[in-house]
């Protein structure tokens, strides 16, 4: 039976090759059982008509330090809900940190909390998420 070591190893092993995390050019900066930091440089193509930071990109970011930290603990672990509180706008500049750490990581089902804040700390959202375990 596989374990938080095996995931952390191969979730590493996935990381260069995802395509999502590639295009938005986001970086695996921390992995530990039930722990992740994600980290992204906002650009100008991250903005929306209104010239602000598109809530979707702050959305992936989050995403993906949940997805490396519910799976680090069970994998496959699928999301099934993901709720985000926008709390400060992000600028084009910031290095976005999304750090999501497990709360419950049960037989069926996970909690995970998530931040994202920039490099001077300044906490631009804050997200809860749940995961099912799915069989391979």
Do not use: W
């Not at 970086?27 to 722990?35: I, R, V």
């Not at 699928?78 to 500049?93: D, K």
Request: charged share 20%; net charge neutral; proline share 3%.
């Amino acid at each position: 039976m596989e374990g938080p070591s095996d995931n952390i190893a191969k979730l590493r092993e996935k990381e260069a090759e995802e395509p999502v995390a590639s295009f938005l050019k986001m970086k695996l900066t921390e992995l530990s059982p039930g722990y992740a930091r994600v980290t992204m440089r906002v650009g100008q193509e991250h903005l929306n008509f209104n010239n602000m930071v598109f809530g979707g990109i702050i959305m992936a970011v989050a995403d993906q330090a949940f997805a490396y930290a519910t799976n680090s603990l069970v994998s496959p672990s699928i999301a099934t809900q993901f709720n985000i509180h926008l709390i400060s706008a992000a600028s084009v500049g910031d290095e976005l940190a999304a750090e999501c750490r497990v709360i419950k990581s049960g037989r069926r089902i996970g909690i995970s909390e998530i931040t994202v804040t920039n490099q001077n700390g300044k906490l631009i959202a804050r997200a809860t998420g749940t995961t099912v375990v799915t069989s391979k």
